[in-house]
């Protein structure tokens, strides 16, 4: 049964009582909009899927952000980029309430960020437009927080979680970089000629095992087994371990490298190897190729190879899906078509 009640500042508070469900109360501007929530409140307590918007109007996203940052993102997440996602989320929508987060409203956050420079680039008037796959992860992040909300803090939304039904940017094709014979040795070459002496060890290391950066930068002593050939990863990426097989290239690297008494393989920090090896891809004369590059180009030589499976790639490389695998069996088609005659 719904009661109505005029207040003494003009508006007029709509209270809906029904029996196997707490009491309901909203106040509102017009009688008439009070009228029209209490029946929407009715008709879904008939169905049996009513879900109060009380907790949800009371909480805004910048608490659920700051219980995610707390309590979920240290032990599911590596690095810092989810914390830069989170800001960047927090900046433009942590004064909305979670009942105010409507499709409309992510969609408005979308189109926004697709606007903002790239901020790698110091001239922001001359700079790109932030990529499609970073807005993407971003959103993605959005929905993961709004889950979160529901299943660890029981606050429901009660229209759901309004990032399901957004268009999610569409990603640039993935690069095809690869270096040329030239190129290669050009680069080593130059990494050898660099004042930071871990840098030609890191790029050769890259080549030979297909580790991202992080991973090989956070790479120690204790977890390399050179006699069985095997690099051990407890944590990568995508939070789970991986056994990463040495080429005897590999190990000839790792042989002729001092130990470090921190016990890590290249004791460098990320920014400092970034740094020296943007200056050698410089002085090789290397347009347009990035650290990330290397790890494709490690795939690809091994997809070249003709004698490993998919399966056998994903497990060199750590993908949980074959999808971004076969991208780089699908680069050697013509490889392929060679070998059925």
């Given at each position: 049964?719904?009661?109505?009640?005029?207040?003494?500042?003009?508006?007029?508070?709509?209270?809906?009582?029904?029996?196997?469900?707490?009491?309901?109360?909203?106040?509102?501007?017009?009688?008439?909009?009070?009228?029209?929530?209490?029946?929407?409140?009715?008709?879904?307590?008939d169905?049996?899927?009513?879900?109060?918007?009380?907790?949800?109007?009371?909480?805004?996203?910048?608490?659920?952000?700051?219980?995610?940052?707390?309590?979920?993102?240290?032990?599911?997440?590596?690095?810092?980029?989810?914390?830069?996602?989170?800001?960047?989320?927090?900046?433009?929508?942590?004064?909305?309430?979670?009942?105010?987060?409507?499709?409309?409203?992510?969609?408005w956050?979308?189109?926004?960020?697709?606007?903002?420079?790239?901020?790698?680039?110091?001239?922001?008037?001359?700079?790109?437009?932030?990529?499609?796959?970073?807005?993407?992860?971003?959103?993605?992040?959005?929905?993961?927080?709004?889950?979160?909300?529901?299943?660890?803090?029981?606050?429901?939304?009660?229209?759901g979680?309004?990032?399901?039904?957004?268009?999610?940017?569409?990603?640039?094709?993935?690069?095809?970089?690869?270096?040329?014979?030239?190129?290669?040795?050009?680069?080593?070459?130059?990494?050898?000629?660099?004042?930071?002496?871990?840098?030609?060890?890191?790029?050769?290391?890259?080549?030979?095992?297909?580790m991202?950066?992080?991973?090989?930068?956070?790479?120690?002593?204790?977890?390399?087994?050179?006699?069985?050939?095997?690099?051990?990863?407890?944590?990568?990426?995508?939070g789970?371990?991986?056994a990463?097989p040495?080429?005897?290239?590999?190990?000839?690297?790792?042989?002729?490298?001092?130990?470090?008494?921190?016990?890590?393989?290249?004791?460098?920090?990320?920014?400092?190897?970034?740094?020296?090896f943007?200056?050698?891809?410089?002085?090789?004369?290397?347009?347009?190729?990035?650290w990330?590059?290397?790890r494709?180009e490690?795939?690809?030589?091994?997809?070249?190879?003709?004698?490993?499976?998919?399966?056998?790639?994903?497990?060199?490389?750590?993908?949980?899906?074959?999808?971004?695998?076969?991208?780089?069996?699908?680069?050697h088609?013509?490889?392929?078509?060679?070998?059925?005659?």
């Open positions: 049964m719904a009661n109505f009640f005029p207040r003494e500042s003009g508006y007029w508070q709509a209270r809906v009582r029904r029996k196997g469900w707490p009491s309901q109360s909203k106040t509102f501007a017009k009688k008439s909009e009070a009228e029209a929530w209490a029946r929407s409140v009715e008709a879904e307590m169905r049996g899927a009513f879900v109060s918007a009380a907790p949800a109007e009371r909480t805004l996203l910048k608490d659920v952000i700051t219980n995610f940052r707390t309590d979920i993102a240290p032990h599911h997440y590596r690095g810092n980029a989810w914390e830069h996602k989170l800001d960047r989320l927090e900046t433009r929508l942590g004064e909305y309430s979670l009942a105010a987060l409507t499709p409309e409203r992510v969609s956050y979308r189109d926004e960020r697709l606007k903002d420079p790239d901020p790698r680039y110091k001239d922001a008037k001359a700079a790109p437009r932030i990529s499609p796959a970073t807005v993407k992860t971003e959103i993605d992040m959005l929905s993961k927080v709004l889950d979160v909300a529901g299943k660890e803090m029981r606050i429901r939304i009660p229209m979680n309004p990032v399901k039904n957004v268009r999610k940017p569409v990603s640039s094709p993935p690069r095809e970089r690869r270096l040329t014979a030239e190129e290669a040795n050009a680069l080593l070459e130059a990494c050898g000629k660099s004042l930071n002496t871990w840098l030609r060890p890191a790029v050769q290391l890259a080549i030979e095992t297909a991202r950066q992080g991973e090989l930068l956070s790479l120690a002593w204790a977890n390399v087994d050179t006699e069985k050939r095997v690099a051990y990863l407890a944590l990568t990426k995508n789970s371990s991986r990463v040495l080429s005897s290239r590999a190990i000839a690297v790792l042989a002729a490298l001092p130990k470090d008494i921190k016990g890590r393989v290249i004791p460098v920090e990320k920014q400092t190897l970034h740094s020296a943007k200056t050698a891809c410089s002085r090789a004369n290397l347009k347009d190729f990035r990330h590059d290397l494709h490690s795939l690809s030589r091994l997809a070249e190879r003709g004698d490993l499976s998919v399966l056998e790639l994903s497990a060199i490389s750590g993908h949980k899906t074959l999808r971004l695998v076969q991208m780089y069996v699908q680069l088609a013509s490889q392929l078509a060679a070998k059925l005659g």
